[in-house]
């Protein structure tokens, strides 16, 4: 069983950054897939970001790509999230994932086993 807990979210206006953290207990991470995904109100919980287990290999949604910043410490067992650019569309709960049957990165949710509580993300125009 593995446990995640994000923090590192908050109000920012527009143009600004936050840094999104998930901390992971329970079990190492060193082989398993994790992402990010968030969830704007009304709407579906949507990718932002996955990567492989050494961090070799990462995507991102189209709509972060330039911005967003998806890195992991396996020796800390954390994973991170740097979010540049700030938009109000970003604003949503932020979730942390990890995928215990798989290596390499996924954009699907349903590939994921493990899912945080989430943390709310709000950026001000």
């Known amino acids: 069983q593995v446990r995640l807990v994000e923090s590192g979210g908050g109000l920012v206006q527009a143009g600004g950054s936050l840094r999104l953290s998930c901390a992971a207990s329970?079990?190492?991470?060193?082989?398993?897939?994790m992402g990010w995904f968030r969830q704007a109100p009304g709407k579906e919980r949507a990718f932002v970001a996955s990567?492989?287990?050494?961090?070799?290999?990462?995507i991102y949604a189209g709509s972060v790509k330039g911005r967003f910043t998806i890195s992991r410490d396996n020796a800390k067992n954390t994973l991170s999230l740097q979010m540049n650019s700030l938009q109000p569309e970003d604003t949503a709960v932020y979730y942390c994932?990890?995928?215990?049957?798989?290596?390499?990165?996924?954009?699907?949710?349903?590939?994921?086993?493990?899912w945080g509580q989430g943390t709310q993300v709000t950026v001000s125009s």
């Open positions: 994932a990890a995928s215990a049957a798989t290596s390499n990165v996924r954009f699907m949710a349903s590939d994921y086993d493990y």
């Open positions: 990567i492989n287990w050494s961090g070799g290999s990462t």
């Open positions: 329970g079990r190492t991470l060193g082989r398993t897939t």
